[in-house]
Every structure is written in structure tokens, then in C-alpha cells.
């Protein structure tokens, strides 16, 4: 492939259109292929149409509780057929941004059709060969079925046709007690359906801190979304517009009826079909196997996003997407994953950074420091009425300098409202290898849920932790 095209990037969601505009503003020709719509899973059927709902469901629940600051607003009336066609509408906007003619405009050339490898330096567009000394693979993942006798043959609900519905579902039972599985359980649950979710996990949201998991738990099962942990789901059935998953946990077994089943069960990458093998590319378990620079283990062929497993996050698919293009023309980037927040989107949202309690202590014994500040001590949260939710923070002492300065951040864990924009401040603290302390010491304006960040920062230290007896006190209470 010496002619042509400098890059080819395969896919055009978020790490193949940060691939592709990395290139082409780097002066170099950049091909991307998409053989479906531009912008990939987030703007279509993840990220945008989530949150699109989730907000809905955002304003039907500040409703519902106006009553609490005095305002009546008589009962929430949800035009369902409306909500969905506001969610289709937020993602025609954001989509706007991301279609042939901007990237045309930053030098793209976009062709639409399938990319297959016929080897490791033969790449085909819908059977065609196409001349490109770079290869990116970011061809994304897929909803994972799991193989529960009876699920090929009923009508279930994917990520990928949940925000199609124009009904709302009086009943949403929901396999998956996962981030995409909870954050829509909640959002229909607001917006008037009952919902039941079901998971083979013994514990809520495993990987996030068992202190943020349990409040989770708490104010989800508060709002009424049923949650059953250790159950397998033995069969699925469908009749008469009626879904019944039988279930079992332990000697128990149990029956759960609705009108609609959403299968929220994880993702997985999309190396069928692409000539893998032909190309001579490594897959693993988790998917592409790629090194710091995202190369794979043929030589010019690079992957990035969630095709390689690493993070299933659109933040992780644009950083990886930037470094595979950096690699792709020459230059010298390498991912580093030492700090990356992320969020799941209920209401309070939950954000997650660097290790939680359990592994820090699994790491560093109990050679760590964790400061705890309930929401309940920040007064934007008393004043909005949303107290419920707490600020955790994890360090650990330099080497030579110990616990100077309140350490060096390892973890920060929220759930709260503003959790998905306050734990930003840990990730600059922790990028920058600063003293926790560093957060403590700058003045935070009052009253912003931010100063929570302060307070929480604070309890590292003896004076901090003196002028919140009170929190102690709320925290032994909990
Ligand atoms: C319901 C849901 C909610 C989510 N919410 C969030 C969130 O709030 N925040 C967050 O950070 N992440 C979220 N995610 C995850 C996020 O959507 C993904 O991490 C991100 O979209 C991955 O981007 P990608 O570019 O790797 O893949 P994709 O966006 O999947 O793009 C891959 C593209 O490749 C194309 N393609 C595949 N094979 C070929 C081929 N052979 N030839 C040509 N084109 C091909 C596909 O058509 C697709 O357009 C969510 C995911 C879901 C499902």
C-alpha cells in the first residue's frame, strides 16, 4: 500500500472521528470508512439518547417533589411520545456536527461501506481494494446477549432500540444491574413505569466503591426500582404482549411479568467479519489486543475505542482514537490510564477515580488515608433539598515525604448531584501528582456544590476533621 491514502481509520464513532480529524489536521490524506451512521453509539444509541432521557426523567422527578419548596404543580403528566421525539431531536443536533460535510470541511474524505482486511496490507471497502499505508480499526462494540434459554425468541430491547419506543412501558424488566441497565431503569421508572432489574451479581455496581454502591442501591430501591441481585435468568418467554423471565436464586424461584424486557447485559467488540485473521491481527478475550501506542500486532495496522476492551467510554475511544493517529503518522504518543474518571448517569450521578477503598487497601495495606464528607455538610446540597450522597477520598504518603501535605490522591469516589463534575478536581489533583492538600487550600466559592471538594479535602487534615464533628456524627448515624 504505498500509494493513496496515508490513513484509512475503520468506523466512524468517537475514536475513528477523533482518529480521522487528528490526521487530516496534521496535514496527511485520512480516509474513514463508515458502514453505518456517523458518530457511532454514543450520538445514536448511547451516550446523547440516554442522557436525553435521563434529563426527561430529570425534570418529571423536580416535579414531583416541588412540593417540598412550596410550589404545587398538581400531578406530572408524561407525553412519552414527546420525551422520545425530544431525545431523537438532541441527537440530530449533536449529530449535525459530526456528519460528511464538516469532516469534508477538516479534510476528511468519507466513504460510506463495509472495511474488511483480505490480509495484512490489503484493505477492501465493500469488496474494492483501497490504497492506505495505515490502517485504524475502531469499529466499536455491540450489545452482548447473554445465552439465556428462550432470549432468541422473544421481542427484547437492546440500547439499540430502547429510544425507538413511542409507548411507554408499564412494566420494564431489565436484565443487567450495570451502568446502562440502572441509569435507564431509573429514567423509566421517573418517567412512570414500573421497573424491575435483574442481576446474577451478588452486589450493586461491583467495580465502584462498596460505600457509593450501597447508597446507590439505597435511593434507587427509594424510588421504587426493584432490584433482585444473585438471580440467573433461567428462561425467557413471550406471549400475548406479556414477557415472563423465570428466575432462580439459589433453591428459590421466582416469576417476573412486564411488557417489555431491555437486555442491559455489556458490550462486545466488533472484530467479526473484518478479516482479522486474513490481516493476522491479535484478538484477546476483551477484544483487539493493542500496546501504549494502539498498535496491534501487525505491523501498520493500529485499533482504538472500544474494540480494544480497555474503556468502554467514549472519553477512553477519543483519547485512544488521538494517540492511534499520532502512532499512525509518526509521531510518539503513549496512552497513559493512570487517571480516568467516569460517571454513571443516575440521578444522583455516580463518579468513579483512580482505585476505590478495597483496592487501595488490597495495594498499599493500611498505609492509605480515606476522608468521608456526606453530602448533608454541603449547604448548595441542603439548600437544592438533594443531601443524600457522600464525597470519598483516598491518599496515600510520598515516598521520603509520607503524608505531607495529605498525600497524593489514589481514589476519589461521589455519588451527588454535581458527582460527575466535581470528581474532575480530583483528576487535575492526581494528574499533577499535587498534595491533596492543594484542593483544601483553594478557596472555593460558596455556596457551590464545589466546596464540597474543599471540605472533603479537608477532612485529611486534624483542623478540617475538628470543625465537622457534626459530619462524624452524621456518618456513625448512616
Ligand atoms: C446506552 C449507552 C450509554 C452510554 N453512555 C456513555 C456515557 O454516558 N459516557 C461515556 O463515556 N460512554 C458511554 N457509553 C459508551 C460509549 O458509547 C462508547 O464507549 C463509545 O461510543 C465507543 O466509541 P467507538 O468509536 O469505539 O465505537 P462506536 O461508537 O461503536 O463506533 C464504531 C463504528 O464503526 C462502524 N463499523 C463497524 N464495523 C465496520 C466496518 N467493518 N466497516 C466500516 N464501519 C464499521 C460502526 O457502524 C460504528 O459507527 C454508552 C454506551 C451505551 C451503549
Same mark, same amino acid.
Given at each position: 500500500?504505498?500509494?493513496?491514502?496515508?490513513? /484509512?481509520?475503520?468506523?466512524?464513532?468517537?475514536?475513528?472521528?477523533?482518529?480521522?480529524?487528528?490526521?487530516?489536521?496534521?496535514?496527511?490524506?485520512?480516509?474513514?470508512?463508515?458502514?453505518?451512521?456517523?458518530?457511532?453509539?454514543?450520538?445514536?444509541?448511547?451516550?446523547?439518547?440516554?442522557?436525553?432521557?435521563?434529563? /426527561?426523567?430529570?425534570?418529571?422527578?423536580?416535579?414531583?417533589?416541588? !412540593?417540598?419548596?412550596?410550589?404545587?404543580?398538581?400531578?406530572?403528566?408524561?407525553?412519552?411520545?414527546?420525551?422520545?421525539?425530544?431525545?431523537?431531536?438532541?441527537?440530530?443536533?449533536?449529530?449535525?456536527?459530526?456528519?460528511?460535510?464538516?469532516?469534508?470541511?477538516?479534510?476528511?474524505?468519507?466513504?460510506?461501506?463495509?472495511?474488511?482486511?483480505?490480509?495484512?496490507?490489503?484493505?477492501r471497502v465493500d469488496g474494492e481494494p483501497v490504497a492506505a499505508r495505515r490502517?485504524?480499526?475502531?469499529?466499536?462494540?455491540?450489545?452482548?446477549?447473554?445465552?439465556?434459554?428462550?432470549?432468541?425468541?422473544?421481542?427484547?430491547?437492546?440500547?439499540?432500540?430502547?429510544?425507538?419506543?413511542?409507548?411507554?412501558?408499564?412494566?420494564?424488566?431489565?436484565?443487567?444491574?450495570?451502568?446502562?441497565?440502572? !441509569?435507564?431503569?431509573?429514567?423509566?421508572?421517573?418517567?412512570?413505569?414500573?421497573?424491575?432489574?435483574?442481576?446474577?451479581?451478588?452486589?450493586?455496581?461491583?467495580?465502584?466503591?462498596?460505600?457509593?454502591?450501597?447508597?446507590?442501591?439505597?435511593?434507587?430501591?427509594?424510588?421504587?426500582?426493584?432490584?433482585?441481585?444473585?438471580?440467573?435468568?433461567?428462561?425467557?418467554?413471550?406471549?400475548?404482549?406479556?414477557?415472563?423471565?423465570?428466575?432462580?436464586? !439459589? /433453591?428459590?424461584?421466582?416469576?417476573?411479568?412486564?411488557?417489555?424486557?431491555?437486555?442491559?447485559?455489556?458490550?462486545?467488540?466488533?472484530?467479526?467479519?473484518?478479516?482479522?485473521?486474513?490481516?493476522?491481527?491479535?484478538?484477546?478475550?476483551?477484544?483487539?489486543?493493542?500496546?501504549?501506542?494502539?498498535?496491534?500486532?501487525?505491523?501498520?495496522?493500529?485499533? *482504538?475505542?472500544?474494540?480494544?476492551?480497555?474503556?468502554?467510554?467514549?472519553? *477512553?475511544?477519543?483519547?485512544?482514537?488521538?494517540?492511534?493517529?499520532?502512532?499512525?503518522?509518526?509521531?510518539?504518543?503513549?496512552?497513559?490510564?493512570?487517571?480516568?474518571?467516569?460517571?454513571?448517569?443516575?440521578?444522583? !450521578?455516580? *463518579?468513579?477515580?483512580?482505585?476505590?477503598?478495597?483496592?487501595?487497601?488490597?495495594?498499599?495495606?493500611?498505609?492509605?488515608?480515606?476522608?468521608?464528607?456526606?453530602?448533608?455538610?454541603?449547604?448548595?446540597?441542603?439548600?437544592?433539598?438533594?443531601?443524600?450522597?457522600?464525597?470519598?477520598?483516598?491518599?496515600?504518603?510520598?515516598?521520603?515525604?509520607?503524608?505531607?501535605?495529605?498525600?497524593?490522591?489514589?481514589?476519589?469516589?461521589?455519588?451527588?448531584?454535581?458527582?460527575?463534575?466535581?470528581?474532575?478536581?480530583?483528576?487535575?489533583?492526581?494528574?499533577?501528582? /499535587?498534595?491533596?492538600?492543594?484542593?483544601?487550600?483553594?478557596?472555593?466559592?460558596?455556596?457551590?456544590?464545589?466546596?464540597?471538594?474543599?471540605?472533603?479535602?479537608?477532612?485529611?487534615?486534624?483542623?478540617?476533621?475538628?470543625?465537622?464533628?457534626?459530619?462524624?456524627?452524621?456518618?456513625?448515624?448512616?
Amino acid at each position: 500500500m504505498s500509494e493513496g491514502f496515508e490513513v /484509512a481509520v475503520i468506523g466512524g464513532g468517537t475514536a475513528g472521528l477523533g482518529a480521522a480529524q487528528v490526521t487530516a489536521a496534521a496535514g496527511h490524506r485520512v480516509l474513514l470508512v463508515e458502514a453505518g451512521r456517523l458518530g457511532g453509539e454514543c450520538t445514536w444509541n448511547g451516550c446523547v439518547p440516554s442522557k436525553s432521557l435521563i434529563e /426527561a426523567a430529570r425534570h418529571a422527578h423536580a416535579i414531583a417533589r416541588a !412540593e417540598s419548596f412550596g410550589i404545587r404543580a398538581g400531578e406530572v403528566a408524561v407525553d412519552f411520545p414527546r420525551v422520545m421525539a425530544r431525545v431523537h431531536e438532541t441527537i440530530e443536533r449533536i449529530a449535525r456536527y459530526e456528519d460528511a460535510s464538516h469532516l469534508a470541511a477538516a479534510g476528511v474524505t468519507v466513504r460510506s461501506g463495509r472495511a474488511t482486511l483480505a490480509g495484512p496490507s490489503d484493505l477492501r471497502v465493500d469488496g474494492e481494494p483501497v490504497a492506505a499505508r495505515r490502517v485504524i480499526l475502531c469499529t466499536g462494540s455491540r450489545p452482548a446477549i447473554p445465552p439465556v434459554p428462550g432470549l432468541d425468541q422473544v421481542p427484547y430491547l437492546t440500547n439499540e432500540t430502547v429510544f425507538d419506543l413511542t409507548t411507554r412501558p408499564r412494566h420494564l424488566l431489565v436484565i443487567g444491574a450495570g451502568p446502562i441497565g440502572l !441509569e435507564l431503569a431509573q429514567a423509566f421508572r421517573r418517567l412512570g413505569s414500573e421497573v424491575s432489574v435483574v442481576d446474577v451479581v451478588d452486589s450493586l455496581l461491583p467495580r465502584e466503591d462498596p460505600d457509593i454502591a450501597r447508597i446507590a442501591g439505597d435511593l434507587l430501591a427509594d424510588e421504587g426500582v426493584r432490584i433482585r441481585l444473585g438471580v440467573t435468568v433461567e428462561a425467557a418467554e413471550f406471549e400475548g404482549g406479556t414477557h415472563r423471565l423465570r428466575l432462580r436464586r !439459589e /433453591a428459590e424461584q421466582l416469576i417476573l411479568e412486564g411488557d417489555a424486557l431491555l437486555v442491559a447485559t455489556g458490550r462486545r467488540p466488533n472484530v467479526e467479519g473484518l478479516g482479522l485473521e486474513a490481516a493476522r491481527v491479535r484478538v484477546e478475550r476483551r477484544g483487539i489486543a493493542v500496546d501504549e501506542r494502539m498498535r496491534t500486532s501487525t505491523l501498520g495496522i493500529l485499533a *482504538a475505542g472500544d474494540v480494544t476492551g480497555i474503556l468502554p467510554f467514549t472519553h *477512553a475511544a477519543s483519547y485512544q482514537g488521538r494517540i492511534a493517529a499520532a502512532t499512525a503518522i509518526g509521531q510518539r504518543r503513549r496512552a497513559d490510564y493512570r487517571v480516568v474518571p467516569w460517571v454513571t448517569f443516575t440521578d444522583p !450521578e455516580i *463518579a468513579h477515580l483512580g482505585l476505590t477503598e478495597p483496592e487501595a487497601r488490597r495495594q498499599h495495606g493500611d498505609d492509605i488515608t480515606v476522608a468521608r464528607l456526606p453530602y448533608t455538610a454541603v449547604d448548595r446540597a441542603v439548600i437544592q433539598g438533594e443531601v443524600r450522597g457522600l464525597i470519598k477520598v483516598i491518599t496515600h504518603g510520598r515516598p521520603v515525604l509520607g503524608n505531607l501535605g495529605g498525600g497524593e490522591v489514589l481514589g476519589a469516589h461521589l455519588i451527588g448531584p454535581g458527582a460527575g463534575d466535581l470528581v474532575h478536581e480530583f483528576a487535575v489533583a492526581m494528574q499533577a501528582r /499535587a498534595f491533596a492538600g492543594r484542593l483544601a487550600q483553594t478557596i472555593h466559592a460558596y455556596p457551590t456544590m464545589a466546596l464540597g471538594v474543599q471540605q472533603a479535602a479537608a477532612q485529611l487534615f486534624p483542623q478540617g476533621r475538628a470543625t465537622a464533628g457534626d459530619l462524624r456524627e452524621e456518618l456513625a448515624a448512616d
